[in-house]
């Protein structure tokens, strides 16, 4: 079955400094991936996806990810935080299947920034 | 793209009621996603519903508690019946354009 892990359940970094949030996930093919962003009180945004092709993603707000297929990790990074980025973080999965029909979401992390 | 309108926006409503939540999309999409978003939890997907058949639904939710309606290709309802605090929530309603899903805003509901 499909499953996504996100290791860290709250993560506080420093503004300015560089930031990795990690997702593993588990899928027996070449999964979709993607990384959501969560601000308080809004929907989910898109920040960035990989279906094939490079393994690293350029994404929204200065965000990257990723794709290691031997360590089935998809980590976001920036290299500089800015305080807006405050927020939860949700990674996901897609079963693919000439598409998929789903999203299977880890845990998600929580974003601090200090000033 | 899609833009995706949910109503209400939130709803505090009393126990053993029940709370019909609207998505209206812009453009037509064939497949419609509600999620369940527990406090301080993740997205769980509850069911997918795709226009002219039943809705399929995941493990642990079942049809006489969230029964669904998808008339036509812009618009989904999911109904909460029968309420219990552990009902409180954040709903949300997703579609997929393309090779990307879009959610709304979300339906915070409380239970009281």
């Known amino acids: 079955a499909q499953s996504v892990t996100q290791p860290d359940i709250h993560i506080t970094v420093s503004e300015g400094a560089s930031l990795e949030l990690r997702c593993n996930y588990s899928?027996?093919?070449?999964?979709?991936l993607f990384w959501y962003v969560q601000s308080p009180g809004q929907g989910l945004q898109l920040l960035l996806k990989?279906?094939?092709?490079?393994?690293l993603v350029q994404g929204i707000k200065g965000f990257e990810a990723e794709f290691k297929r031997s360590q089935s990790s998809f980590n976001l990074r920036k290299p500089s935080v800015h305080w807006s980025d405050a927020a939860e973080y949700f990674c996901?999965?897609?079963?693919?299947?000439?598409?998929?029909?789903?999203?299977?979401f880890g845990a998600g992390t929580r974003l601090a920034v200090h000033p | 793209s899609a833009v995706i309108s949910q109503k209400p926006s939130r709803d505090i409503c009393q126990r053993g009621t029940s709370l019909t939540i609207q998505c209206q999309v812009d453009?037509?999409?064939?497949?419609m996603f509600w999620y369940r978003q527990q406090p301080g939890q993740s997205l769980t997907l509850i069911a997918t519903?795709?226009?002219?058949?039943?809705?399929?639904?995941e493990s642990g939710f079942v049809i006489d508690k969230f029964p669904i309606s998808r008339p036509n290709l812009t618009f989904s309802t999911l109904t909460v019946s029968n309420m219990s605090p552990e009902d409180s929530s954040i709903y949300l309603c997703?579609?997929?354009?393309?090779?990307?899903?879009?959610f709304g805003q979300g339906t915070r509901l409380t239970v009281v």
């Open positions: 996901a999965v897609g079963a693919r299947s000439g598409g998929y029909n789903k999203l299977i």
């Open positions: 899928y027996g093919a070449t999964p979709y």
């Open positions: 519903a795709n226009q002219g058949s039943e809705a399929t639904y």
């Open positions: 997703s579609v997929l354009s393309g090779t990307e899903a879009f």
């Open positions: 453009s037509q999409v064939t497949m």
């Open positions: 990989y279906f094939s092709g490079d393994t």
